[in-house]
């Protein structure tokens, strides 16, 4: 058993919840808005890390020390496996000031002078290590500083958020349809994470299937299906094109269908799906404007939930719906929500996914028919 770190994205809340869902076990604790502690039985390897859409990095905890040993125990730890050149390293602070690396960063320094060490940090401006410059750092290690109460955790990063493959995933893919609204990939798998389910998972408002793509590379059996024929093209395209790029074994099944029909015969487990977002937006309106969108979206969720409460189903249901911001502030799906409600589905879940200048954003739900 060894304890982990893992350093939260910018979403803490929804990102919490991945933990949560994905290492029950674990009992994760959330120690401040920006990172978790957790034990876990296996090591973590960056293809594990790759499937927490969530995460920012990992590291595995060395150390919890007291201030004044902040530096001797970097330092000891950051030297053991040094034989010769130069070190090479990074430190990054979390649940404390990174003002506080203006004086660690030349302390350590100097302490490997002391130490007859020859050594760079890679922080740039003083700030903590980035994503793209952990990748610089050529065999050299990361380590997080991470505060609670007077005690600070001490971690070796062992795994990355890798943005060039979610970037390659994002915009390289064959089809790209504006108008629907694409879900972003680490979104997806937060999403299909939050699902809690390790089997076949089904999206019956697939679109370009960024969803179906995502479970595949996590090694979920997935099905998707939509409305619209020519989407639903487009979506195999895409789950070809994964297959192709990162070479995924696992199968999709795609089909038509529309989700307010009764729930097609097919074998799965959950849920995850985010359905129309309405229009893009490109002004700020009032609530008013959108009723007749609020309205028709609550029909179709309506007969969706509906549909799947007479078929029985009992797995979890993870759903993305849009919440706008509107001259009178934020207007939520809330008839959605009562009405899956009312329907007899609880509510486990409500977290919400938005850049701060967003007009439309995410409200992310989970349920389960009681
Ligand atoms: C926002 S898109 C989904 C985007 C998708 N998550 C992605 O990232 O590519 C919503 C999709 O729901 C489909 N849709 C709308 N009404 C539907 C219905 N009644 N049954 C099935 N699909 C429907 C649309 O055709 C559209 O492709």
Redesign the pocket.
């Known amino acids: 058993m060894s304890t982990y770190i893992f350093v939260l994205g910018k979403d803490p809340e929804l990102s919490m919840a991945e933990l949560l869902a994905r290492y029950p076990e674990s009992k994760p604790q959330m120690k401040c808005a920006d990172f978790v502690l957790l034990d876990l039985k296996k090591p973590l390897s960056q293809k594990e890390f790759d499937q927490l859409g969530g995460q920012i990095k990992a590291g595995k905890v060395f150390d919890t020390a007291d201030k004044k040993y902040l530096v001797p125990k970097i330092a000891d730890h950051l030297s053991v496996e040094h034989y010769a050149g130069k070190l090479n390293y990074g430190v990054s602070v979390y649940g404390w000031s990174e003002k506080n690396l203006r004086a660690l960063l030349p302390d350590l320094k100097k302490e490997f002078k002391r130490r007859g060490i020859s050594s760079r940090f890679v922080n740039q401006h003083f700030l903590n290590i980035s994503a793209a410059q952990h990748k610089g750092l050529s065999g050299g290690k990361e380590v997080l500083v991470c505060k609670e109460g007077p005690d600070f955790h001490l971690a070796e990063v062992v795994a990355v958020q890798d943005i060039d493959a979610y970037s390659k995933r994002d915009y390289e893919k064959p089809f790209r349809d504006m108008k629907?609204?694409?879900?972003p990939p680490k979104l997806a798998q937060i999403m299909i994470n939050l699902t809690g389910s390790e089997g076949a998972i089904w999206d019956?408002?697939?679109?370009?299937?960024?969803?179906i793509m995502e479970g595949l590379l996590m090694g979920h059996k997935m099905l998707g299906?939509?409305?619209?024929e020519e989407?639903l093209q487009g979506a195999k395209r895409n789950v070809e094109w994964v297959k192709k790029e990162f070479a995924v074994k696992t199968t999709a099944e795609l089909f038509a269908?529309?989700?307010?029909d009764p729930v097609p015969l097919k074998q799965f487990d959950a849920i995850a799906c985010?359905?129309?977002?309405g229009p893009p937006q490109n002004r700020l309106r009032s609530k008013r404007e959108f009723a007749p969108l609020v309205s028709r979206l609550s029909q179709?969720y309506q007969l969706f939930f509906a549909a799947l409460k007479s078929a029985g189903f009992k797995g979890s249901v993870v759903i993305g719906l849009p919440f706008y911001r509107t001259r009178e502030g934020e207007l939520e799906l809330s008839e959605v929500i009562r009405g899956a409600e009312k329907t007899g589905f609880r509510k486990e879940l409500d977290l919400k996914y938005a850049r701060k200048d967003q007009l439309v954003g995410r409200q992310i739900l989970r349920f389960r028919l009681v």
């Not at 299906?225 to 619209?228: E, H, L, N, P």
């Open positions: 629907v609204g694409m879900l019956p408002f697939c679109g370009g299937g960024v969803l299906s939509d409305i619209d989407t269908h529309d989700a307010t985010e359905g129309y977002l179709l």
